[in-house]
């Protein structure tokens, strides 16, 4: 049997930080966009114009902290009209485009 000296020992033992490191790494990155990850960093909270009569039918998403949420709300440009709509993700903001797109393209006509 052979056996490591202690240099080979310090060289295998960094070898596996690094490799732990990495991994670290590529897991937070992975999470960073993706949506379905609280960590996800492509959120944000848009407002969507509804009926005053339904406002209170909207309420805090359970993927949306209590903070940001009472944030969203408190910078309402019209809380009577207006409540916070979540995006997350590009899919997500790919769709809100194409919607607010459609909603400009009405308006002309």
Same mark, same amino acid.
């Given at each position: 049997?052979? %056996? ?7 060289? %295998?033992? #960094? ?7 990495? +991994? ?6 992975? $999470? %960073?966009?993706?949506? %379905? ?32 949420? #009472?944030? $969203? ?6 809380? +009577? ?9 590009? +899919? ?16 002309? +006509?």
């Amino acid at each position: 049997m052979t %056996s490591q000296t202690p240099q080979q020992q310090q060289d %295998s033992r #960094e070898a596996q930080l690094a490799a732990l490191k990495l +991994e670290t790494s590529l897991q937070k990155i992975t $999470a %960073s966009y993706n949506p %379905s990850d609280p960590q996800c960093l492509l959120q944000h909270l848009f407002y969507n114009k509804v009926d005053p009569a339904q406002r209170h039918l909207y309420t805090r998403p359970n993927h949306v902290t209590p903070q940001k949420w #009472e944030e $969203a709300e408190a910078r309402n440009p019209d809380p +009577e009209n207006y409540v916070p709509a979540p995006v997350v993700g590009v +899919e997500a903001l790919q769709k809100r485009v194409v919607q607010q797109q459609l909603q400009v393209k009405q308006l002309k +006509e």
